[in-house]
Structure formats: structure tokens, C-alpha cells
């Protein structure tokens, strides 16, 4: 590889303007494929959830044909939300004024439309978006046009079950919400390296090898994957030894993270979403394996925790100098964060298209 001395980051401005979050909007949320929800929402017949990618509300429902399907949950008449939340139906019926869709998205009825000489129902069905499903976990895509889920996760499904991971054994936890006063991309590039581990997470340090020799950055086209392996001499109250040997955090452009902690069969994955150029919003899914145990589980979880906690300070602290205008642009070690570099290099593409 040739040596590149210094690598500029992107605009500090770009952190802190709402003319770029909205061409992110456009041409980066609006054209990819993000994470929804969970398979097991969306199990039976007539069964939904409602869900957004990129600030677009989107609805995906399980037809009667057993078909899973997505729509934009804005309805046909006057643009209000149609769903909220999730459950099951045998229709879809929004609550302003009642018009009514089947669950494949066509316009079943609107009150007093029958007075209406002109009134075309079947020209005012709810827009339908893309949906796919890896595992138990669904995904969603606003365009039409879009390559399909399996081709732009790549090689991704197979590492992940190379980790000893069987997706269809896992099941369903919990979700965990969490808010950042940071731009949405602060909260990515936190996750996209673990240079900043050996300083500002002690405890994830003590059992995970995060030292350059040791921890694996390694971008693809559409992900990039971080494989950490266990200390031979791991200390604390995580016990980390069990089928799952390396601790694995991958990224799917433009804002998943799944994250898989070293020890017994564990994934937890979720979007990083703009709620506004400085606020951001995450969820993750978390799932287990079928006879993880309770305990273990627990300390697990805690040590998961306790590097989010440690996160969000560094991610808010970061927020606060990349706004202020002191600075025009950062630098990157080509080395150690280059998985920052990648994925500042598909927001340019992205936003220059
Ligand atoms: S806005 Fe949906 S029925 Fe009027
Ligand atoms: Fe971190």
C-alpha cells in the first residue's frame, strides 16, 4: 500500500449543516437498504410494523399470501401516517379519514368516494418500497431501483455465521433505544474504529486485544468488519471463553452496526438514524442463542453497557468541537482508521452522485 502521510477527514461543517443532512437524506437513505426490524414481528398473516429510513416512514406488512411486503406509511389522501407501532390487521386504515387498504397495499375504500364521479380507486394505493429479510432480521430500501438486499450484503451473512453464529437458532431479547446529541456520522465513525478503545474503554480493553497486531479492520464495498480477539490473559467480570472466539463489529453502509461480543452465541444489530443534524436516534435488537445462560447473559450485557455509556461522552464530546467552527477539516491514520476513510469515501461518492 502506498504511504499516504496525512488523510484529511471530511468538512468539520459537514457535522453541523442542515443543507448536507438534507442531501444525505436524498441520496444516501432515500437509495439503501436499513434495518427495520425483526422477522419474528412480521411472523403471521396480517400481522405489521411501522419503521423509517432516512426520515421516511415506511409500514411492512405480511400479506394474507403469506408475502412479505413495505409501503410508504404516508396514506394517498392527505398524507397522514396510516400505522403506528406494530400488531395485526385485516386492513390497513388510516386514521384520519378512513380510507382503507388491503394489506397489499391497494386502495380498498374511502368514505363517500362512491359520490365522487371521478374518484379512481385503483390509482391511490399505498407506494410500495423494498423489503428483504436476512435471517430473522428485515430490512428495508425506500428505492425501487435499488440492487437487492442479498447482492449488497456480500460476503457479510457468511462471516457472520462463520463466528459460529446460526441466525435461524437465535432469538429475540430485547430492544434498546438510545439518543446522541451528535450527528449521525460522529456516532458511525465512534463505531468504525477501536483506536480510541485502549484509551476510553478500560474494561472492553482488559478482555478484548485491541492493539494494532491483534484487532482486524477490514473494508468491503458495502461493509466493513472488525474482528477483536480475546486477551490469552482477559481479566474482569465478563467471562468472554465459549464457541464465539472473537469478538466481531460490522458496519453496513450507511448505518448498521452489528455487533457480536466474544463468548456464547450473541448478536445485537441496529440503525444509526439523523433525527436532526445534531441528534441522533439508535436501536438495537438484541438475540441470543437457544441455552445461553442467565448469567453469563447478564454480565454480557453489562459490559456491553458499560462501553455504550462510554461512548455516548466521547460521541457528544466530539459533537461539540466539530460544530464550532475552529476547525476546517480532521486527520485520519491511514492505518488504524481506515475503516473511517472508507466510509467518508462512500458518503463523498454518495453525495456527489
Ligand atoms: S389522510 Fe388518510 S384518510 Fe385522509
Ligand atoms: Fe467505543
Known sequence: MATVANVRTIPFDWYADPAVLRQERDRIFRRTWQYAGRADQVAAPGSFFACEAGGIPIVVVRGRDEELRAFLNVCRHRGSLVCEGEGRRETLQCPYHAWTYELDGSLR????????????????????????????????????????????????????????????????????????EANWKVCCENF???????????????VVDVSADAYVLEPSRWFSTQLGPVRERWSGDFDPRGPVARGQFHFFWPNATINVMPGHPNLSIGPVVPTGVETTARFLDYYVGPDVDAAWLEEMLAFDDQVGAEDVVLIERAQKGLRSGGLEHGHLLPESERLIAHFQGLLVEALAD
Open 192 to 206: 468504525l474504529e477501536c483506536y480510541h478503545c485502549q484509551v476510553a474503554h478500560p474494561g472492553f480493553s482488559k
Open 109 to 180: 375504500a374511502a368514505p363517500r368516494a362512491d359520490r365522487e364521479a371521478a374518484f379512481d380507486r385503483s390509482e391511490l394505493g399505498l407506494r410500495p418500497v423494498q423489503v428483504d429479510a436476512w435471517g430473522p432480521f428485515v430490512f428495508v430500501n425506500p428505492d425501487p431501483a435499488a440492487a437487492p438486499l442479498a447482492a449488497t450484503l456480500g460476503e457479510l451473512p457468511r462471516l457472520v455465521a462463520a463466528a459460529g453464529l446460526d441466525l435461524g437458532a437465535l432469538r429475540f431479547l430485547k430492544r434498546v433505544h438510545s439518543t446522541y
